[in-house]
T-cell receptor, first 114, second 109 residues
Framework: DVKVTQSSRYLVKRTGEKVFLECVQDMDHENMFWYRQDPGLGLRLIYFSYDVKMKEKGDIPEGYSVSREKKERFSLILESASTNQTSMYLC?????????????FGPGTRLTVL | GQNIDQPTEMTATEGAIVQINCTYQTSGFNGLFWYQQHAGEAPTFLSYNVLDGLEEKGRFSSFLSRSKGYSYLLLKELQMKDSASYLCAGMDSNYQLIWGAGTKLIIKP
């Protein structure tokens, strides 16, 4: 079974803090994604990566950056957290063998910015 | 613009059948996904349709009509554990997923 893990289930930070969210997958997947999920809205793509050291902006990259130094690990960074970044953050991975391959999700990190 | 529409909430009875509809507008089309998400948990893959018709997988079936921009997820013999949100997502010409807001399904005994 594919396993995607995220470093924290719940996180509370203060405005202006730098925040790191870590995601690790154990299936040698090429593709990794970061989404945020807010009530009443669909998942929104923040950034994705098709290979080590590669990153692409999604629909809402502002205020975020990412890092993929190793194939299995994809980090989301909030340079200076703001209250409007309070959300559920979901990481996903897919094999990359086909364009339409299934995305597998981690359990999510619920971030609260005070 | 790109858009996925699905009902916000539905209620059904244990043992019954429920159909969750989804309409989509995407720039190009490379398939339609359904995911299940229990409260506080990760979305998990249920089905993928790219051709018209019905795909059956146990108690769950998914239907697609490309000409109508329409899909539905059919759940039979409902069980209490089926209480969850069901997310519809269309894949556009860039192979990016466009997500609906999800349908919260409440199952009553």
């Amino acid at each position: 079974d594919v396993k995607v893990t995220q470093s924290s289930r719940y996180l509370v930070k203060r405005t202006g803090e730098k925040v790191f969210l870590e995601c690790v997958q154990d299936m040698d997947h090429e593709n990794m994604f970061w989404y945020r999920q807010d009530p009443g809205l669909g998942l929104r793509l923040i950034y994705f990566s098709y290979d080590v050291k590669m990153k692409e902006k999604g629909d809402i990259p502002e205020g975020y950056s990412v890092s993929r130094e190793k194939k299995e690990r994809f980090s989301l960074i909030l340079e200076s957290a703001s209250t409007n970044q309070t959300s559920m953050y979901l990481c996903a991975s897919s094999s990359g063998q086909g364009h339409t391959d299934t995305q597998y999700f981690g359990p999510g990190t619920r971030l609260t910015v005070l | 613009g790109q858009n996925i529409d699905q009902p916000t909430e539905m209620t059904a009875t244990e043992g019954a059948i429920v159909q969750i509809n989804c309409t989509y507008q995407t720039s190009g089309f490379n398939g339609l996904f359904w995911y299940q998400q229990h409260a506080g948990e990760a979305p998990t893959f249920l089905s993928y349709n790219v051709l018209d018709g019905l795909e059956e997988k146990g108690r769950f079936s998914s239907f697609l009509s490309r000409s109508k921009g329409y899909s539905y997820l059919l759940l039979k013999e409902l069980q209490m554990k089926d209480s969850a949100s069901y997310l519809c997502a269309g894949m556009d010409s860039n192979y990016q997923l466009i997500w609906g807001a999800g349908t919260k399904l409440i199952i009553k005994p």
